[in-house]
């Protein structure tokens, strides 16, 4: 099992940045992929950014490519999410996930918030 934390999340202004955290505890010596999700009311789930554990190559939504950086601490088991450049359309819960070839672990999410 692998357990989840995210913090980071809050109030912003178009334009504004903020920084995402998770933490992973657990059995993460199998975790392949770590990543955001993102799930606005109303709308399904989307993939943000992911990032290998081996090799460190990343994939990014077209919707935050240039904005957002996803990076990884393997000495603190946490990926982060710097988004900078927000706009109101980024305003979603978001979750960090985990995947391994067989399993796939979710955070409680956070709240962004985009609004003047």
């Known amino acids: 099992q692998v357990q989840l934390v995210e913090s980071g999340g809050g109030l912003v202004q178009p334009g504004g940045s903020l920084r995402l955290s998770c933490v992973a505890s657990g059995s993460s010596i199998s975790i392949r992929t770590m990543g955001w999700y993102r799930q606005a009311p109303g709308k399904q789930r989307e993939l943000v950014a992911r990032?290998?554990?081996?090799?460190?190559?990343?994939n990014y939504a077209d919707s935050v490519k240039g904005r957002f950086t996803i990076s990884r601490n393997s000495a603190k088991n946490t990926v982060y999410l710097q988004m900078s450049s927000l706009m109101p359309e980024d305003t979603a819960v978001y979750y960090c996930?985990?995947?391994?070839?067989?399993?796939?672990?979710w955070g409680q999410g956070t709240q962004v918030t985009v609004s003047s």
């Open positions: 990032i290998f554990t081996d090799g460190g190559n990343t």
């Open positions: 996930n985990a995947a391994s070839r067989l399993n796939s672990y």
